[in-house]
């Protein structure tokens, strides 16, 4: 068979642009597959900050003004994995300051809808017979609500070539916008109701991402089952019940390279299941680094996270005059919304001996947080699929999850599911509640009192294999299956 031609596009990608595990997602599930001998480009917005860390650029080709989208121009690049990136060159759009969603001061950026419907409408030329270039990909994979679009312009534009995945990495952000921007979107009147792209009176993104791909992907097998109902589906649970046959969820991976302690540069003391004893010295490097009196044997509790509603913070900020009463520390790093960082800050002030945080993006102290804390906390109220619950397994820091959406996939507790898996990795609660989350700390506390059973459950974390290698191998399947029953209709 040939070589299968994937063409992925995203609105993010590590290292060059990443607000969450989609940036990261983005950079290693194509790496993962041209390991695997597919063919695969990344296709994003050329943004200021991209220009300037991408390197050597080529012009590929010039693409008209249409619609309401300014003209363009496609330029190839290369992601440091060597994976090829298409940039979608239109200043007036993408230079700007602010990130790839927002301004500075976190605002949306007012023509979001032009912005990504631009990226959509590119992917899906690309995808077809009228391509400005001579790659032709097989498959057209599109990621979260800024590339949703393409589906319904590949759908009902001219000549059709690739198949399309519409990968949902989370459903609560939708892409939503008024109706009357259809016109310069290029949509078609006949695409405005109900099972088109209209959303109670407005126009989805992710609704047609859904309606017109020929499969739907989310990011963990559990995901895929929670918003069949509400209220995970965010409304959209109706339309992805009529998708079902064509919806399926595979598991993130990790970059295994990346997140190592082995040879992590960002630890103070690299470590692995043999020499576990060592991962101690790097919790008192997180206590200095934190400011927090260094003392080994105090539980250390870690976070890292977008601070919002999702995450479950206000879960730990509450749980905290309990979780701390005897003596505990807890470190967290993140940034989010106004009321959940001066939640933080206050925090510190309360217990300056036992709570530090960091509010902003610091990728380095994400890695230490993973070495240097005896567990890790992620009571996420939803959670698509969640990377840290990976991280932390693999780095001896049992976590300590609601059991949902990949952390109910990704995480093993023989307790909380007496009779499933034999062996546990870490701590699941049922409810994303205080109670749960106190009553789930307690339990670690527990074991933790007892340090051969402990040094049993870091070692069964770290011997999990989360790399991209698998799941990689269930999307080429998927790739293939969708092309060749593309091939019999055709
Ligand atoms: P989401 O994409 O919903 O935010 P994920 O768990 O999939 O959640 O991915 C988040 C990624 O971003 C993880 O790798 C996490 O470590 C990282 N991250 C989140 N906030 C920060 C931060 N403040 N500093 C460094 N890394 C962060
Ligand atoms: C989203 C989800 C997160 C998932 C990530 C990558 O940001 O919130 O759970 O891990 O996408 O798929």
């Known amino acids: ?235 959209l649970s109706g339309v992805l019940n009529k998708r079902r046959e064509s919806l399926s969820g595979i598991l993130n991976g990790i970059d295994t390279t990346v997140w190592n302690p082995g040879t992590d540069a960002h630890l103070h003391q690299t470590y692995d299941a043999v020499t576990l004893q060592r991962k101690r010295s790097n919790k008192l490097a997180l206590q200095r680094r934190m400011g927090l009196p260094e003392n080994p044997d105090l539980f250390v509790m870690g976070m890292v996270s977008r601070m919002t509603d999702q995450k479950g913070v206000d879960l730990v900020i509450s749980a905290l005059p309990e979780l701390l009463k005897d003596g505990a520390q807890v470190v967290a790093l993140g940034a989010g919304t106004p009321a959940m960082e001066t939640a933080w800050r206050e925090a510190t002030h309360v217990w300056p001996e036992q709570a530090a945080s960091l509010i902003g993006f610091d990728e380095s102290l994400a890695h230490l947080i993973e070495a240097g804390s005896d567990v890790f906390l992620m009571p996420s109220r939803f959670e698509p699929c969640g990377l840290n619950q990976m991280y932390s397994q693999r780095y001896g820091t049992p976590p300590i999850v609601h059991a949902t959406g990949g952390l109910a996939d990704a995480v093993l507790d023989a307790v909380s599911e007496p009779g499933q898996p034999s062996v546990s990795t870490g701590f699941k609660m049922k409810e994303p509640t205080v109670e749960a989350l106190i009553h789930a700390v307690k339990r670690a506390r527990e074991l933790y009192a007892d340090a051969g059973t402990w040094d049993t459950l870091c070692r069964n974390g770290m011997a999990q294999d989360f790399s991209w290698e698998g799941s990689a191998a269930a999307y080429a399947d998927l790739y293939a299956d969708l092309v060749a029953r593309r091939a019999v209709a055709c």
């Open 1 to 235: 068979m040939n070589t299968l031609k994937i063409l992925f596009a995203t609105p993010e990608c590590a290292p060059w642009v990443k607000t969450g595990g989609l940036g990261e997602v983005s950079a290693d599930l194509p790496k993962a597959l041209r390991a695997q001998g597919l063919d695969v480009q990344v296709l994003m917005p050329a943004y200021d900050s991209v220009l300037a860390v991408a390197g050597e650029l080529e012009a590929l080709a010039d693409l008209p003004a249409v619609h309401g989208f300014p003209a363009a121009r496609l330029l190839r690049a290369h992601l440091p994995s060597g994976v090829p990136a298409l940039l979608i060159d239109a200043p007036a759009l993408y230079r700007r300051d602010g990130g790839p969603y927002g301004d500075p001061s976190g605002r949306d950026h007012e023509d979001n809808a032009i912005r990504f419907g631009l990226l959509s409408h590119v992917a899906a030329r690309l995808a077809s017979g009228v391509s400005p270039i001579p790659w032709q990909p097989d498959v057209l994979h599109c990621n979260d609500w800024p590339t949703a679009l393409a589906p319904a312009y590949l759908a009902h534009g001219p000549q059709r070539r690739a198949a399309m995945v519409m990968s949902l990495h989370n459903m609560a952000f939708q892409g939503l916008f008024p109706l009357h921007l259809a016109a310069p979107l290029g949509l078609p009147d006949h695409l405005l109701h109900m099972e088109g792209v209209e959303f109670w009176g407005q126009l989805s993104f992710l609704k047609a991402g859904i309606q017109f791909a020929d499969h739907v992907a989310t990011v963990s097998p559990t995901y895929a089952r929670e918003i069949l109902t509400e209220p995970l589906g965010c409304g």
